[in-house]
């Protein structure tokens, strides 16, 4: 039986696409036709990789492929057609052995991870890295994570642990801010309709550029960086320790926040409808912190720290922000 190796020998002497040519002409000798089928039937999946998920990609892309190629036969061509079928199969295998030998292949789509609203969720990477998402967030992971690059894209706030590997920095994408670190544990806050993209490092160091220009060339340790969106200001400053993803220990720290920012969090965390009134709702900038309680409990300190009162109906918050004097 013919190995695949076998039918490039007979190429000094008839060009393989002749040969094929000829099969699925139906004019191909009996040597030929038993030359082409033999390596055909030989040609097993063991032979091109040996994980069964890269098996089962390679199977995808060679059944597709002869459909995108192959249109529906009328019935007197069925004969021809299936012979076709095999041919397209062959030479899609052969492509497959070159192009995929020795090479990692990724699953076809991206993954996107979410944390609903009043839920958080934590994801591990291929390279070992481990990302906490905070509620209302999302996390679009690429097909190709760590093969050549490690690049993700954040929409939300999640604490990252990066698994160091200095060949590959690890880039989070959002919107025009990118972060790119080599191997360390941080905080990022990018939730849309956000005043200000905010990072904060618990271990480490990190890069923050905009549109390609550095805004922040080192961001180390206890230490956050907060970019105005609008602006384009940027503020470093420091960061009381271990208060870098403080809602991992169920602590809202808020830092610079303005009152309808406030209201989206407590919205996000209790997964109930928060409306902020009042004209003073984005005026006033807050810095605090408090421990996650039941939501009338935190309402009630938020009342003491910043003005505000409020009401809890069944389906939705109020608060009423109060004129700074």
Do not use: C
């Not at 050549?148 to 999640?158: K, M």
């Not at 880039?171 to 790119?180: A, M």
């Not at 360390?184 to 618990?202: D, G, H, K, L, P």
């Not at 960086?225 to 960061?239: C, F, M, N, P, R």
């Amino acid at each position: 039986m013919y190995r695949p190796g076998d039918i490039i020998g007979v190429m000094d002497k008839t060009p393989i696409k002749a040969i094929l040519d000829k099969y699925v002409q139906g004019t191909a000798t009996p040597a030929e036709q038993e030359l082409v089928e033999q390596w055909y039937n030989s040609f097993h999946e063991e032979d091109l990789l040996q994980p069964p998920h890269q098996k089962e990609v390679l199977r995808r892309d060679i059944i597709s492929g002869i459909m995108r190629q192959l249109p529906a036969p009328p019935a007197r061509n069925r004969i021809r057609w299936k012979a076709a079928a095999v041919v397209a199969a062959l030479i899609m295998s052969a492509a497959a052995l070159f192009i995929y030998k020795g090479k990692r292949v990724a699953p076809q789509a991206p993954q996107l991870v979410a944390a609903p609203a009043g839920s958080r969720n934590r994801v591990t990477l291929a390279d070992g890295t481990t990302v906490l998402l905070n509620a209302g967030t999302q996390l679009s992971i690429p097909a190709n994570y760590g093969v050549n690059e490690r690049i993700v894209t954040l929409s939300g706030e999640a604490f990252f642990d990066v698994a160091t590997d200095a060949g590959h920095p690890f880039t989070i994408n959002t919107g025009s801010l990118q972060t790119i670190v080599l191997g360390t544990s941080f905080n990022i806050r990018a939730y849309n309709n956000q005043e200000e993209y905010q990072v904060a490092v618990a271990t480490g160091k990190v890069k923050v550029l905009d549109a390609g220009k550095i805004i922040a060339a080192s961001l180390t340790a206890n230490r956050q960086l907060a970019y105005g969106l609008q602006s384009k200001e940027t503020v470093v400053s420091d960061l009381p320790a271990a208060m870098a993803g403080a809602w991992r220990k169920n602590i809202f720290y808020f830092n610079n926040s303005t009152l309808q920012e406030i209201g989206a969090e407590l919205e996000r965390q209790y997964n109930i409808p928060v409306t902020v009134t009042g004209a003073a709702k984005n005026n006033g900038h807050y810095k605090i912190s408090f421990a996650r309680e039941p939501l009338s409990k935190v309402l009630k300190v938020l009342a003491g720290l910043t003005g505000i009162t409020y009401t809890i109906q069944e389906k939705e918050v109020i608060i009423q922000a109060q004129k700074t004097k």
